[in-house]
């Protein structure tokens, strides 16, 4: 019996809303850790969005009617320095599949390394969407994970791309803000 694989539309639609999120970073190299918390708002946009077309311009590419664009917006509070910072950012995401579980992601900005960028993604048998991008000196990997409805967990890797040397690895919980839902 074969098992109904997540498409990527399916993955993407779960994650619409507020979610809270707790993550812990590790920095290897520097034998340092952080600890942060977020409130990340992931929505829909659409295609003919001013960001959307610019990011398709960015990378020579025409308007793709098939791709899936959402905004990720977070708040996230940090104990890295003494005094907890307070930052927030926006992030365009545009999937451009190549069949239900697999394709690129376009970027206006990296996660690693602050410059457009893209990533291939697929979904994997236990419904995981796995990301994995190169830069110009880095290599990021990331593994986003239902445990239920309302909880995903994210673990990531950043690698030194010259020696493949593990830079940083961090995990997330993210908890569903259930009262965003009633809006």
């Given amino acids: ?4 694989l997540t498409t990527i539309n399916q993955f993407i639609d779960e994650s619409i809303g507020e979610w809270k999120s707790i993550r812990s970073s590790h920095t290897l190299a520097f034998q340092e850790f952080e600890n942060s918390t977020s409130k990340i708002y992931i929505k829909h946009i659409n295609s003919k969005n001013k960001k959307v077309i ?14 899936i664009a959402i905004s990720i917006k977070w708040q996230a509070i940090s104990d890295w320095e003494e005094n ?3 930052e927030g950012d ?6 451009l599949p190549k069949d239900d579980n697999s394709g690129i992601v376009l970027r206006n900005k990296g996660y690693t390394e602050s410059f457009i960028s893209s990533s291939n993604y697929f979904v994997d048998e236990q419904n995981n969407l796995n990301i994995k991008t190169i830069y110009k000196s880095t290599v990021s990997e990331e593994r986003i994970s239902f445990l239920s409805t309302h909880i995903r ?8 791309l010259e020696n493949n040397s593990v830079i940083q690895t961090s995990h997330t919980s993210e908890i569903r803000n259930l009262a965003s839902l009633k809006d």
């Fill in 54 to 67: 610019e990011i398709f311009k960015n990378y020579k590419l025409s308007l793709n009617v098939e791709s």
């Fill in 153 to 160: 967990s994210r673990f990531s890797i950043v690698r030194n």
């Fill in 1 to 4: 019996m074969t098992k109904n």
């Fill in 84 to 86: 907890d910072m307070n």
């Fill in 90 to 95: 926006e992030t365009i995401l545009i999937f």
